[in-house]
């Protein structure tokens, strides 16, 4: 059996042996696999800021824990599926309790109209609780437009175009109008705090935040109608839904976790759109390097025919000879993807510190175009592609090492 | 025993109108340590019988025995082993992989043996010093003369200690003067190492340097004469 420094050498020689042949796959496999990781470091960092936003730029955190059924039927009969005052302080001492709980925030969604005093418009809006979206936002977010102020709390924060329809500027007074949890009609007093654009143009012309105070005077009740779980740790949060599930049953509470990405369906349409893509561009690299190496293996090959028979003639089996063949796709796909490795570093460094800003589909405002990479996916990509040449190289290998060995010994 | 044996061997090529028969029940004992001569003109079958003794193509009819085993009773897998410790092979085209030095080259049966690289190293060295290629070991083959080229295809054929070394044509590339300093060189480690040569040639010029000359015609054997008067190496 040929020892593996020797497979490698033969291998690597034989590789550089057409250098022109060589370097043209080589150069395929270099942009095919900078396209591939650009790509994939953009998707990365558009999951990121995705996550982000939804965790603490539409206040979902990482759990939402409601009542069965909540989510179904909760506008019909909004009490039936409330905490009452004593369940949440029941369940907030148990979820507080839970191993990687950052936050208890209970939570309560009203609607209704909100008026200047001259004229209306419908309004959706949210109550929580001032000092849980300091929590919330942490260090990283604690200067992003939109906070609730723990002095003020009949303040709110409005979208930027429902304030502008309304001509309601910082400091100016209005009334939200909405149905108390038994149906009564409900009027209190707010504050506005702040126009800012919520991201979406859904919700900018819409959207109300105020805190919990508020929003428990408008629907006249003194519960939650979910609470909302931040963790340390946003990896596991199977495990953490299932203690919380567990601890609330011990009180006798019946409850429904939820995590963000069930919960957000912008998040799921906008994944599943790059997934798509992505999977599309990784398609489409992988067939330029499976033929590029399909090709450039079946010629090398097919010139190499006499070289095989005489090997074959000194012994060497048919399995080695697949091997080194296959070897040597390999060795030039994964030199290819080294140095593609290279120049996706350098092109990602140079994206990044472009300043280059785009407008998203549905948002508010331009967002950074930022690639972020990841050796674990650079790896990733490689390995893959490295597999595909083996494959590549294998059928034309397997062709002609199982070809008569006369014929090859005489082939021209 | 015999080195080589065939008993009643036909092979043919082709089908139907086609078919061309290459060896005609063709039977013939080598003896170990003979520097036997194949020679006929083209088309005769000497290739068709260099190939059949060294496993590298299958018999139609009869038995092709080496070494004392049945030839026909070797799967694809024993008999590239069998082929890698029993038999060297040295072609007409030299065949010498371009990619490695001459050292390498002949290291390579003892790196499907599986020999260490060290130990085989030091044979190929060895062995490149019998051919009078030592201080060549470094070239590689696009560097070195026809005549130096087969050199390092024979030290690659007697590498790993066979006991025949079968050489179809080795000189039909080489010119007049190579030629016979090549079979010459065969001739002496044949006497050396004792190992069995069959070669084939269709230069008659050769035929004096073999022990035992056979001569094919349309894949028969015609003529089959021990030569008492062979030169020596």
């Not at chain 1, 609607?111 to 942490?138: F, H, Q, W």
């Not at chain 2, 590239?80 to 992989?97: D, E, Y």
Request: proline letters at 3%; aromatic letters at 6%; hydrophobic letters at 45%.
């Amino acid at each position: 059996m040929m020892d593996l420094i020797t497979r490698f050498k033969l291998a690597a020689r034989n590789a550089v042996r057409n250098r022109r042949r060589s370097m043209a796959t080589l150069a395929s496999v270099v942009i095919g696999f900078v396209a591939l990781s650009l790509f994939e470091g953009y998707f990365v960092s558009v999951y990121s800021s995705l996550e982000d936003e939804v965790i603490v730029g539409e206040r979902l955190g990482h759990l939402t824990v409601g009542k069965p059924g909540l989510y179904d039927k909760g506008a019909q009969d909004p009490r039936r599926y409330a905490f009452t005052e004593s369940e949440l302080a029941k369940a907030t001492a148990r979820l507080a309790a839970i191993p990687g709980v950052k936050l208890v925030s209970p939570r309560i969604t009203m609607s209704g109209l909100v008026s200047n005093g001259d004229t209306s418009r419908i309004y959706i809006g949210e109550g929580m609780r001032a000092d849980d979206m300091v929590a919330l936002r942490g260090e990283k977010y604690a200067n992003q437009p939109g906070k609730l102020d723990p002095q003020r709390t009949q303040g709110a924060v409005f979208g930027k175009r429902l304030a502008e329809s309304l001509g309601l500027k910082p400091g100016s007074d209005a009334t939200l109008l909405g149905a108390t949890l038994d149906g009564m009609v409900n009027a209190v007093g707010i504050e506005v705090l702040e126009a800012s654009a919520t991201g979406s143009l859904g919700t900018d012309d819409k959207f109300v935040l105020t805190s919990l105070e508020t929003a428990r005077r408008l629907m006249a009740y003194e519960g939650a109608e979910r609470i909302v779980l931040l963790l340390d740790d946003g990896t596991d949060l199977a495990a953490t839904a299932a203690a919380a599930k567990a601890a609330l049953a011990a009180e006798g509470i019946a409850v429904d976790v939820r995590d963000w990405r069930t919960l957000s369906v912008y998040y799921n349409q906008v994944k599943s759109l790059f997934d798509m893509m992505y999977l599309f561009i990784s398609v489409v690299v992988a067939i330029v390097v499976l033929a590029s190496v399909f090709n450039t293996m079946g010629m090398t090959i097919t010139e190499r025919t006499r070289e095989i028979g005489t090997l074959r003639a000194l012994g060497m089996q048919v399995r080695t000879l697949d091997g080194l063949f296959v070897l040597e796709g390999m060795l030039i796909v994964a030199i290819g993807c080294a140095l593609g490795i290279a120049v996706t570093l350098a092109a990602g460094f140079l994206i990044n510190g472009a300043g280059i800003t785009y407008m998203p589909p549905d948002a508010a405002a331009e967002v950074p175009l930022v690639v972020k990479l990841v050796a674990g996916n650079l790896v990733g990509s490689l390995f893959t592609l490295v597999v595909l040449a083996a494959l590549a190289s294998y059928l034309p290998a397997r062709r002609a090492s199982r070809r008569n060995i006369t014929g090859a010994l005489s082939h021209v | 025993m015999n080195i080589v044996e065939l008993t009643h061997v036909e092979k043919a090529y082709g089908k139907d109108q086609g078919r061309v028969v290459a060896l005609h029940k063709l039977s013939l004992h080598v003896q170990p340590g003979e520097f036997t001569c194949v020679w006929g003109a083209s088309g005769s079958g000497k290739s068709t019988l260099l190939n059949l003794v060294g496993l590298l193509d299958r018999a139609d009819l009869g038995t092709v025995r080496v070494d004392g085993t049945d030839c026909a009773t070797l799967g694809e897998t024993d008999a590239a082993q069998f082929r890698n410790a029993t038999i060297g092979f040295v072609f007409q085209g030299f065949n010498l992989v371009p990619v490695l030095s001459a050292l390498e080259n002949v290291m390579m049966p003892l790196q499907i043996a599986g020999v260490s690289a060290a130990e085989g190293k030091a044979r190929a060295l060895r062995m490149l010093a019998d051919v009078g290629l030592e201080q060549q070991a470094h070239k590689r083959p696009d560097e070195m003369s026809g005549g130096q080229r087969q050199r390092v295809a024979i030290a690659r054929a007697l590498v790993n200690d066979p006991k025949l070394v079968l050489a179809d044509e080795p000189t039909a590339n080489l010119d007049s003067v190579t030629s016979e300093s090549v079979i010459g060189l065969m001739r002496r480690l044949n006497d050396e190492k004792g190992v069995t040569f069959v070669f084939s040639t269709h230069d008659a010029r050769l035929l004096g340097y073999a022990s035992r000359r056979l001569e094919l015609s349309d894949g028969r054997i015609v003529t089959d004469t021990r030569n008492p008067s062979e030169r020596a190496a």
